[in-house]
């Protein structure tokens, strides 16, 4: 890359992100307002009308996001977006999923314009507006990953306010509402949600399967099957909540435990992932005419290709070695 072209390409990626980012603003400030006003519409609805069906009342509390009329063709021909749109909910996100789209099509100009730009070359601008396109990806997947570990650490305190305010005789709904206001987050947000809607006339098992549906973790189903049964068929359920606590700690710290003895196969796999890159840098620093061959000689490029594909190969092989599920 030449230095010459550095500066502008990365004015080009600043002047498209800002711009990505200012009409992102702009798209959430009008879906805000839009449904406002759709929830007061709703709401006022109900109010006129308290004997509604009730598939009219659970509408209100369904996903408030809506479609554009341009996305709706898309939705229909493209149901995966529908499991993008699902990952927002997860990773806790407010964006819609006209944010997501907007932000990667933003993300993909940007990087591949800079890329364009910088090195004058169209097979490299391509897979840098790829790459970008990939970005608000990785970062909403990153978001739903640290939500739901944090949603797993702190579920068992959750389950314990649960339990103490079924003991001291209050009713399932008021121990929803205890570890709202007590517990920590994000598990509290969800049980704030769950209370909020059989309050306002929505079924308990429809909030709890929903809530299930979010949170995609094995002690949040156990959790709901277990308050569900208990429901049917009847049972002390705050027995049932500090068996299954002290089973969601128990496999926490099992967790954590293989975390410490699979330490030093991850720092393995990292080290010699880094390692090829990191030789290369001091072999291009020391000597960068013999290391530049890789570049220019077809025969070099091809290596290069398959240095790096085998690289990225052996590092999923090592995650996947010393990734045990409990």
């Known amino acids: 890359i030449p230095s010459s072209m550095l500066l502008p390409a990365l004015i080009v990626f600043l002047a498209v992100a800002l711009g990505t980012i200012s009409l992102v603003l702009l798209w959430e400030w ?6 406002k006003r759709q929830m007061v519409d709703q709401l006022r609805s109900l109010a006129e009308d308290p004997t509604a069906d009730p598939r009219v009342r659970s509408s209100v509390f369904r996903s408030a996001v809506l479609e554009s009329p341009w996305l709706r063709p898309i939705l229909s ?8 749109q699902f990952m927002l909910q997860q990773a806790g996100l407010t964006w819609s999923l006209q944010t997501l789209i907007l932000s990667s099509v933003g993300m993909a100009l940007a990087v591949g314009s800079m890329m364009l730009v910088a090195t004058q070359s169209v097979p490299a ?7 970008g396109a990939m970005i608000p990806n990785f970062y909403v997947r990153y978001r739903r990953t640290k939500r739901l570990n944090a949603f797993e650490e702190f579920l068992p305190e959750s389950i314990d306010l649960v339990g103490r305010a079924l003991r001291a005789g209050h009713p399932l709904t008021s121990g ?5 206001d007590d517990g920590p987050e994000p598990v509290a947000g969800e049980f704030r949600r769950v209370f909020e809607e059989q309050r306002f006339g929505l079924p308990i098992q429809d909030s709890l399967l929903a ?4 949170v995609n973790l094995v002690d949040v189903r156990i959790l709901v099957t277990a308050i569900l049964i208990q429901r049917e068929v009847g049972g002390n359920l705050a027995e049932i909540l500090d068996n299954l606590s002290a089973v969601v700690r128990a ?6 435990q293989i975390r410490v003895y699979t330490a030093q196969g991850r720092m393995t796999g990292y080290l010699l992932s880094a390692l090829p890159l990191i030789l290369f840098m001091v072999l291009y620093t020391i000597n960068a005419k013999y290391m530049s061959i890789l570049f220019t000689d077809p025969v070099g490029k ?14 999923l092989w090592i995650r996947k070695i010393i990734k045990i599920e409990i």
Request: charged share 20%; glycine share 4%.
């Open 77 to 84: 021909r493209v149901p995966q977006l529908r499991d993008a």
């Open 30 to 35: 009008f879906q805000e307002q839009q449904r």
């Open 302 to 315: 091809i290596l290069v290709v398959v240095a790096l594909t085998m690289q990225f190969i052996g590092f």
């Open 211 to 214: 809530m299930a549906d979010r």
């Open 176 to 180: 929803f509402k205890m570890a709202a």
């Open 125 to 131: 601008g391509a897979v840098a507006t790829i790459f």
């Open 251 to 256: 496999r926490f710290t099992i967790r954590r």
